[in-house]
C-alpha cells in the first residue's frame, strides 16, 4: 500500500510541476504583451479585444476614433502618425505571478509622441490640418512623452490575457483620441483666415496682410461686360468675375490667387479642397501709369457663390485678401 501511495504522490508532482513551470512562463508574459502593443501601434480594436480577458470598455476607448473619422477622413491620418510613433518598454524584473488566482502582474513604460506640444507649435504658425499631419510624422524620436503603466493578465485556458478593468489602461494610451478632437485644426484656408485679424475690408472682400494691404491703392469687384449690379454681385450672363487690385510702385512680386464655386453660401471642405480655377499672376501697368494685380476667372460661371483667395504662394500659407461675390 505505501508503495502504491509513493507512486500516486510522484505521477501528481509530475502533471503539476509543467503545468506550474507554465504557468509562471515570464517568456508568455512577454509575449502577450508585445501582441497586445502591436495591436495598439495598429490601432486594431478586434485583436485588441480578443487579447483581453474582458473587452468591457474597448468600445467606449475608441468611440472619439471613430466619431473623429467620420466627421474629416484626415483623422486617420493624425492617429495612424500617432500611434506608429508608440514605442514601450516591458520591465521583466517586475513580473509577477500569483497561483492563487492565476495571474500576474507587469510594468510597461509606453513612449508615444508629444502631440500636444507638436500641435502647440503648429497652431502658433497658423497651421492647418495637413501641417499638423507632417510634423507629427517629422516629430524627432526624442519628442515623447512617458506613460507609466501596470498591467494585470489572468491564465485562463492555457493562454494569457490582458485584465484591464475598464479598459482604463488603453484609455490612458488612446486618450489623444479625444484629445485631437479637441483640437482647434484649420481645415480649410477659410478657416485659417478667419482666425487672423483683419487689417481692412472693403465691399464683399477682407484683407489680412499688413505688409500687402500697404502696397494696395484700391480694391474691389471689377465689371467688363456691364452685368454686375453691385459691388461682387453679377447677373447670370456673366462670362468673367474680377477682382482687381490696384497697387503702388512698390508691388513687385507675383500672387497667387485661386476661386472656388459653392451652390449656395455655406462652402464646405469639399468645395474648398479643390478651385474652379487657380494661377499665379504679376502686376500688369497700364498707359495711364496705374498698376493692377487682375484676379479674374472665366471658367464656367453659373449661377452660385464663389469665393477668391490672393496668397502669397499656391500652399496658401500666407493668405493676403478674400472676396466673395455672386452671381444671381
Not at 21 to 33: G, L, Y
Not at 211 to 225: K, M, P, Q, S, T
Not at 259 to 267: L, N
Request: charged letters at 35%.
Amino acid at each position: 500500500m505505501k508503495k502504491t501511495r509513493v507512486l500516486s504522490v510522484v505521477l501528481v508532482m509530475t502533471m503539476v510541476m509543467p503545468l506550474t513551470a507554465c504557468f509562471r512562463s515570464k517568456k508568455d508574459v512577454i509575449e502577450v504583451t508585445d501582441k497586445y502593443m502591436q495591436a495598439v501601434i495598429s490601432l486594431d480594436k478586434e485583436d485588441i479585444a480578443d487579447l483581453m480577458d474582458k473587452d468591457t470598455g474597448v468600445n467606449d476607448v475608441f468611440a472619439p476614433y471613430d466619431l473623429a473619422r467620420s466627421e474629416n477622413a484626415k483623422y486617420d491620418y493624425i492617429y495612424d502618425a500617432i500611434a506608429e510613433s508608440v514605442t514601450y518598454e516591458i520591465d521583466e524584473k517586475s513580473i509577477e505571478f500569483s497561483s492563487k488566482d492565476k495571474s500576474a502582474g507587469c510594468d510597461v513604460t509606453v513612449h508615444i509622441v508629444d502631440y500636444k506640444t507638436i500641435f502647440e507649435d503648429v497652431d502658433r504658425n497658423r497651421g492647418d490640418i495637413d501641417d499638423y499631419i507632417d510634423a507629427l510624422e517629422d516629430a524627432d524620436e526624442d519628442n515623447t512623452i512617458d506613460i507609466d503603466l501596470g498591467f494585470e493578465y489572468v491564465y485562463r485556458d492555457g493562454e494569457w490575457f490582458i485584465k484591464d478593468k475598464r479598459a482604463e489602461n488603453l484609455g490612458e494610451i488612446f486618450s489623444f483620441f479625444s484629445d485631437v478632437r479637441e483640437f482647434r485644426l484649420y481645415n480649410t484656408f477659410l478657416e485659417r483666415a478667419e482666425a487672423r485679424d483683419i487689417v481692412e475690408s472693403g465691399k464683399k472682400f477682407k484683407i489680412y496682410d499688413e505688409d500687402f494691404n500697404d502696397l494696395i491703392v484700391e480694391a474691389r469687384w471689377w465689371d467688363y461686360g456691364d452685368t454686375m449690379s453691385d459691388p461682387g454681385q453679377y447677373n447670370t450672363g456673366t462670362e468673367t468675375l474680377a477682382f482687381s487690385i490696384e497697387v503702388n510702385e512698390d508691388a513687385e512680386d507675383d500672387v497667387y490667387y485661386a476661386y472656388y464655386y459653392s451652390a449656395d453660401s455655406e462652402f464646405d471642405r469639399s468645395e474648398l479642397s479643390k478651385p474652379l480655377f487657380g494661377t499665379m499672376t504679376s502686376v500688369e501697368e497700364y498707359l495711364d501709369g496705374k498698376a493692377y494685380y487682375n484676379i479674374d476667372c472665366s471658367m464656367g460661371i453659373q449661377k452660385g457663390h464663389y469665393v477668391v483667395v490672393v496668397a502669397s504662394d499656391e500652399s496658401l500659407k500666407n493668405i493676403y485678401v478674400v472676396a466673395y461675390c455672386e452671381v444671381k
